[in-house]
């Protein structure tokens, strides 16, 4: 692989601007990736976002950068921004954070534009040469100044673009900027390409939508770090049943290791996991454990006191509720290195691979045919032993259950469900396969614009 030059210029990143934004954790876990594969990579983002520099290693240097105002200044044809420099975890990724006048600064209108024509100037003045630049939502000017201010010979900068709304007014403006828009899930970007011959199609123009490429993200390891889990992956059949017997004994549930677990993590939406559905999933012979913060989830708690009492009663239906953010992730841990199911029905969208974390744990999951799950999970068979989780039609009613009832049916042969819990353990949920997919992404323009100048010259 050549050696690649990759920018991005960013409105958030991970750990400088927090860590609540996942845009902001997606551009640090895939710079970082992109880094480990000895991609010079480097990340600039607005000053603004970054309130003490210095706490995370930036120095502030004083040499002033004179930016090109382009209208940005009022009456002004140049501006004077100053930025700091310095580098993200192990240092393999260079940070720059770029601070604009006041007059620029407190005008958010103007302020995006002025940031990203202000990037473009630090990346020549520091002779940067990427042979790709990234830019995301609030960074979109970016990409057609990419294409003028930073091309060497008169070839321009593979430019990529993080859609995540195509529907986002801003995304579709400045679509026909981008070499290629990057959606986080294969599934949608197939939809989107699918119909791209429908002009009447609203959202994205139909030539941008045959740009758009799916890539699914990794884990978001902030949040799920399984060090110190206390599983044994070296011997994962006797770990989790020593994990299962104890958190059993704890929660006052009957039945010893040999006993199907399930685990529910909240918010559960609705419309996945309905009345009648978990009202026969409490029926079943089974034994299910809900991890659920008291307050978000106080509706799944109802609803389970209301359609499954008689189960709770039997202590066969358990909900555990924690108020903090940081208890109840530690639970969510506890009770994944003890279940055997897991059932994917969380509210929000999924879309990243952090859907997939209780694999991690040896967990097979019962997930919806959507999204990531549709993405990566392939429906286990088995008579062949192959597969990685039980997939059903959230729309069709009683196919929740019954994957249910095909994930009991497999528990039952101890030897195929070891094979699916251990093949659900070394499930890849790392940044690094999305980082190359990336790269590609930049080889697959740069092949096309070779072909192009090829054909160019065979006209002439």
Not at 192 to 212: F, H, K, M, W
Not at 433 to 449: C, H, K, M
């Amino acid at each position: 692989m050549k050696a690649f030059r990759v920018l991005f210029v960013s409105s958030e990143l991970a750990p400088l601007t927090g860590d609540e934004h996942p845009l902001a954790r997606e551009v640090s876990f895939l710079a970082r990736a992109l880094a480990a594969l000895d991609v010079d990579t480097t990340v600039v983002v607005p000053g603004h976002r970054v309130p003490v520099p210095t706490r995370f290693g930036l120095a502030r240097r004083l040499a002033p950068l004179a930016v090109s105002a382009g209208g940005l200044a009022g009456d002004f044809d140049t501006f004077d921004a100053t930025f700091h420099e310095g580098t993200l975890g192990d240092g393999r990724v260079k940070l720059l954070a770029i601070d604009l006048p006041a007059v620029i600064e407190e005008d958010p209108a103007r302020r995006d534009r002025a940031f990203c024509r202000a990037a473009m100037t630090l990346a020549t003045r520091l002779e940067l040469r990427p042979d790709a630049v990234w830019a995301g939502p609030g960074t979109e000017p970016a990409l057609a100044l990419a294409r003028t201010e930073l091309a060497v010979d008169g070839v321009a900068p593979v430019t990529l673009y993080a859609l995540r709304d195509p529907d986002d007014p801003d995304a579709i403006a400045v679509a026909a900027h981008a070499d290629r828009l990057v959606v986080t899930s294969p599934t949608l970007a197939q939809r989107l390409a699918a119909a791209a011959a429908d002009d009447a199609q609203p959202g994205l123009p139909a030539p941008e939508r045959e740009r758009v490429r799916g890539i699914l993200s990794g884990m978001d390891a902030l949040t799920w770090d399984r060090r110190g889990d206390g599983l044994d992956r070296a011997e994962l059949g006797a770990s989790k049943a020593a994990h299962k017997r104890a958190l059993k004994q704890r929660l006052g549930l009957r039945g010893g290791a040999q006993a199907p677990l399930l685990a529910l993590c909240g918010p559960v939406d609705p419309d996945i996991l309905g009345d009648d559905a978990l009202a026969e999933l409490s029926r079943l012979d089974l034994t299910i454990v809900v991890a659920a913060d008291p307050v978000r989830d106080a509706a799944l708690c109802r609803r389970i006191d209301d359609l499954a009492g008689g189960a709770t009663r039997r202590g066969r239906l358990v909900v555990h509720t924690e108020a903090s953010a940081e208890a109840l992730r530690r639970f969510e841990g506890e009770l994944l290195c003890a279940a055997d199911l897991v059932l994917c029905a969380r509210t929000h969208a999924p879309n990243t691979l952090s859907e997939l974390y209780p694999m991690y744990y040896g967990v097979a999951p019962v997930a919806p045919r959507t999204a990531v799950y549709a993405d990566h999970l392939v429906d286990f068979d088995l008579l062949s032993v192959t597969g990685t989780g039980f997939l059903f039609d959230p729309t069709q009613p009683g196919q929740l259950v019954a994957a249910v009832r095909r994930a009991l049916k497999a528990f039952l042969e101890p030897r195929a469900f070891a094979t699916l819990s251990e093949r659900a353990a070394d499930f890849d949920l790392s940044w690094r396969a999305p980082a190359i997919r990336w790269l590609e992404l930049v080889q697959e323009v740069e092949r096309e614009r070779e072909a192009a100048r090829d054909a160019q010259a065979a006209a002439s």
